[in-house]
């Protein structure tokens, strides 16, 4: 089931830090895949963080293509 809520933002439990490991192990295995953003990142960031952290990913990919 998928419940649509405006405008939610994270909420930890006790184990985040396990259950996002998990996560970044399973999905480490696609190296293409990059997440930017709150809900990607499962974190709370301010727009100037969010453009940021996509401006850096992008400065990333492309020097790894240029290499």
Avoid: C, W
């Avoid at 490991?21 to 990142?41: C, D």
């Amino acid at each position: 089931t998928v419940i649509d809520v405006a405008n939610a933002y994270p909420v930890y439990d006790l184990q985040y830090p396990e259950r996002m490991a998990h996560i970044e192990g399973v999905l480490s295995s696609y190296p293409n895949l990059h997440f930017v953003g709150r809900q990607a990142q499962f974190m709370h960031q301010d727009i100037d963080e969010i453009y940021q952290s996509s401006k850096d990913l992008v400065g990333s990919i492309l020097f790894e293509s240029a290499t």
